[in-house]
């Protein structure tokens, strides 16, 4: 394994990880916080620095740029792409890396919040990764290493085969994404933008986790109107907004088909948000599952849910909006492997063992797959993501470095 890239890497993730990017679901703009372009433009300026063509930044908030070919073979252009943003879920403020070298077993106690204890027993893969050197926020924010890792990885294996023109390649494009958490990664003019035959996100687990199997997902928005009037005037007339939403949630499946009940390739459907008064609530739901007929049938018992508890209440006026969000990659993928047997070969010549896994999530690259840019996923090493327990192994970045850099160099052996 080459570990000339761990000093690099470990530079760029702390530097990254200190840099505030939390997306906004709410924000209507692209990208959806200000915050993201202090990253999104300190990319620029170093993908310049590092000699990379055609750097841009998009005006929905992308960066891309080109690796320009060392062949003259016809062969495809692949892109490597990493998300900028971290998830709204936990906090992202004034985040600071640790970390922590040479880890030998046991915990790790993280010092802002001592009761926030990184252990074998809550995530086993640190029995693996003995004798690395383990990257952690320090108790009170997440890292950020979903995605900041895949940013470092992709711009480490930039820069070497900028440095080093003599591996044979094809040209690889670039890109940095914006709002991937907040499902808006991948804006309609990307993929035309991108002028990519195949892609690969860095946005994986485990060492050798290669996925061509995401979820496919909607959200749902359900909003209820009551009819308000003052408590002290209310009897027979006041019809409760806020008391219909916890009938509606009360009658939803919580014994089944919710996140913390499923896992493999069971799907769930998830109420992350509610909001409201009297007058009006509103709910917010996400639906996953691996198949589109279970996914559909997800969005219909919102619905018929919704609809049994208005026939109660025929004063309130209750609606429920299903909004598509991505789609299960591998619809496209199994109709076009090669983006997956060459990511084998590179995997195999990085000396990584490569395993398939369905993950229970959705990348850029669910997405750009749909819109015609098959985008398979690719490890990083990330672990515990939208947590204070998140972490990654400097090792595993190295080793997901090398194995692009064997990517470019198998996507160069495929043409004429």
């Not at 946005?203 to 009037?229: K, M, N, P, W």
């Not at 299960?328 to 990511?343: F, G, S």
Request: glycine content about 8%.
């Amino acid at each position: 394994m080459n570990t000339n890239f761990n000093h690099e890497l470990e530079d760029r993730l702390v530097r990254y990880c200190r840099i505030d990017t939390t997306s906004d679901e709410t924000s209507p703009t692209s990208p959806s916080t200000e915050r993201q372009y202090d990253l999104l433009r300190l990319l620029v300026d170093e993908l310049t620095e590092i000699g990379a063509a055609d750097v841009r930044l998009t005006d929905y908030g992308a960066v891309l740029a080109t690796i320009p070919a060392t062949i003259e073979n016809d062969v495809e252009t692949i892109a490597l792409l990493a998300h900028v943003d971290t998830s709204p879920a936990f906090s992202g403020a004034d985040v600071k890396p640790l970390i922590h070298r040479n880890y030998q077993g046991g915990n790790i106690v993280l010092p802002d919040d001592p009761e926030q204890v990184l252990t074998p027993e809550n995530s086993p893969y640190l029995k693996d990764r003995i004798g690395d050197d383990i990257v952690t926020a320090s108790g009170t924010t997440l890292l950020g290493a979903d995605d900041k890792a895949g940013v470092a990885i992709v711009m480490a294996a930039a820069h070497h085969l900028l440095n080093h023109p003599e591996i044979p390649h094809g040209p690889i494009r670039i890109g940095f994404t914006p709002d991937e958490e907040i499902g808006r990664g991948v804006h309609a003019d990307l993929p035309a933008d991108l002028g990519a035959t195949f892609g690969y996100t860095l946005d994986g687990a485990h060492r050798g986790e290669l996925v061509y199997e995401t979820f496919s997902a909607d959200r749902a928005v359900v909003h209820v109107q009551g009819v308000s009037i003052h408590p002290g005037w209310a009897k027979d007339k006041l019809v409760n907004a806020l008391h219909l939403a916890a009938r509606i949630v009360d009658t939803m499946p919580q014994a089944t088909l919710t996140p913390e009940t499923t896992d493999g390739r069971q799907g769930f459907i998830h109420l992350y948000a509610m909001s409201g008064t009297a007058a009006a609530a509103e709910l917010h739901f996400i639906m996953r599952d691996f198949e589109m007929d279970e996914l559909e049938r997800q969005g219909e018992l919102i619905r018929k849910v919704c609809d049994a508890i208005a026939a109660t209440e025929p004063r309130a006026h209750i609606t429920c909006e299903v909004i598509p969000q991505y789609r299960n990659m591998r619809y496209w993928l199994e109709n076009d492997m090669r983006p997956i047997d060459v990511a084998v070969e590179a995997y195999a010549r990085a000396g990584v063992e490569h395993f398939f896994f369905p993950i229970r999530g959705g990348t850029d690259g669910s997405r750009l797959t749909e819109l015609g840019v098959p985008t398979p996923n690719l490890f990083t090493g990330m672990q515990n993501i939208h947590g204070p327990l998140e972490w990654v192994s400097v090792q595993d970045m190295a080793a997901a470095t090398e194995m692009c850099v064997k990517l470019a160099e198998c996507w160069g052996e495929t043409g004429n």
